[in-house]
């Protein structure tokens, strides 16, 4: 299988930083662009694309967080890295507010930018790797299946399921193996308000604790 090329651009309107950042993400495999400004990065990441970004903090024009404030606000699944030899207590503090994978402080050395590249590969790759398996159980959501309710209990646990799928609340369905656990969940699903939503089927021993938490 060939390799995913991740394409990553970076922002900074001082040449020489921004093409030792690219040599360090080429090595590590990184398709590079570079945008000279604020203003010429947010123009990029418009054009879309990009599966992250690596942002310089002081620049002309519209500096990094103004630049990381656009990209969370429209592109929020974008990891975002900020560069500065300017970090104060504030800046740093409102950059991980916004969301932003990590903070780069100016000067460092190889060793500190290529571990951060390889920390930001392996995001990324464990995202595409969740993606995948959800666009899979979206695919295999197939029909409905019938519920038959002969019996007076099973009657009785429809009528109280579909009166609790009127309340945005968790519902725990829990029973034997085989009694038809995930069929009601479907129908609850199907009588809810979320009903124009997606329905996923989650093997929780498939995953790992980390992945079941950013799911």
């Not at 900020?82 to 903070?103: R, S």
């Amino acid at each position: 299988m060939e390799q995913q090329k991740w394409k990553l651009l970076i922002v900074d309107d001082e040449p020489a930083m921004a093409w030792f950042l690219a040599d360090i993400a080429e090595s590590e495999g990184y398709e590079i662009e570079i945008a000279e400004s604020g203003d010429e990065g947010v123009s990029k990441i418009e054009q879309g694309g990009y599966h992250a970004v690596l942002t310089d903090y002081r620049m002309p024009g519209q500096n990094g967080l103004d630049l990381i404030r656009f990209t969370r606000e429209h592109y929020p699944d974008i990891p975002l890295v900020m560069i500065t030899g300017y970090a104060t207590v504030e800046n740093t503090i409102e950059a991980f507010h916004l969301g932003v994978f990590d903070l780069l402080e100016k000067p460092f050395d190889l060793a500190i930018g290529r571990a951060l590249l390889q920390r930001l590969r392996e995001t990324l790759e464990r995202q595409q790797r969740l993606l995948s398996r959800l666009t899979h159980l979206r695919q295999t959501n197939d029909a409905l299946p019938v519920i038959i309710s002969e019996s007076g209990a099973m009657q009785r646990s429809l009528r109280i399921a579909k009166t609790l799928s009127a309340h945005p609340d968790p519902l725990l369905i829990y029973g034997e193996r085989g009694c038809g656990r995930t069929t009601l969940a479907r129908w609850v699903h199907q009588w809810s308000s979320e009903v124009a939503l997606p329905l996923l089927q989650i093997e929780c021993s498939a995953f790992n604790l980390q992945e079941l938490e950013q799911l």
